[in-house]
Each structure stands twice: as structure tokens, then as C-alpha cells.
């Protein structure tokens, strides 16, 4: 049973930081891109980044380019978001997927999500 179980979402000031985390089991998914996606109340789900499983090549929406930085783990099988400078547009619910570019109907895995929320 493939599984992406997201965590590390949370409350955070303008300005500080939070790591998210993706832990993935089930399959094998080295021949796979591991995008996070979010999406925010009324709006559609949008790319945030994403990681190439077998080359480490990344690739970043404009809006968190500088701010946000995608990594990963392979002995843990584990995909990490690194997010500063956080901004109060940058709440929304955040979604660890596989697949494959930055549409997230290329996706065939997503998890659950996990809440970010930036508010003073």
C-alpha cells in the first residue's frame, strides 16, 4: 500500500520558518518527481516544488523561489520543504505527491496534507 504521510505544518509569525517533512512507503519512487502542492481556501491547488527521486534536480514556483527549498532523504525515503521568510499568502494546506512536472493531475500519489498557517 503506497503511503505519503506529510508533517511539520503549524502556526508561525511573517517571517520565521518551518520544515516540512514526506515520508514515503509502499513503493519504490526513484523513477518518480516528489512535488509539494498547496492549496488555500477557495482556490485551486497550486506547484510549489518539486524533486527529481533519482538525480536531485528541483524545480520551484516563482512566488517561493529564494524562500523554499526542496530536499531528500534516500535512506529515509523521506522529502523535505524547508520554508523561511514565510508569508501570510503562504497559508494554505500543503500536499506531499509522486508523479511527474509541475501539474498536479500528473500526480498519481498525494498524502493528506498538512496545514500551514502564517498569521501574527
Known amino acids: 500500500q503506497v503511503q505519503l504521510v506529510e508533517s511539520g505544518g503549524g502556526l508561525v509569525q511573517p517571517g520565521g520558518s518551518l520544515r516540512l517533512s514526506c515520508a514515503a512507503s509502499?513503493?519504490?519512487?526513484?523513477?518518480?518527481?516528489m512535488g509539494w502542492f498547496r492549496q488555500a481556501p477557495g482556490k485551486e491547488r497550486q506547484f510549489v516544488a518539486s524533486?527529481?527521486?533519482?538525480?536531485?534536480?528541483?524545480y520551484y514556483a516563482d512566488s517561493v523561489k529564494g524562500r523554499f527549498t526542496i530536499s531528500r532523504d534516500n535512506a529515509k525515503n523521506t522529502v523535505y520543504l524547508q520554508m523561511n521568510s514565510l508569508k501570510p499568502e503562504d497559508t494554505a494546506v500543503y500536499y506531499c505527491?509522486?508523479?511527474?512536472?509541475?501539474?498536479?493531475?500528473?500526480?498519481?500519489?498525494w498524502g493528506q496534507g498538512t496545514q500551514v498557517t502564517v498569521s501574527s
Open positions: 524533486i527529481r527521486w533519482s538525480t536531485g534536480t528541483t
Open positions: 505527491a509522486a508523479g511527474w512536472g509541475i501539474l498536479p493531475r500528473a500526480y498519481d500519489y
Open positions: 509502499g513503493r519504490t519512487f526513484s523513477s518518480y518527481d
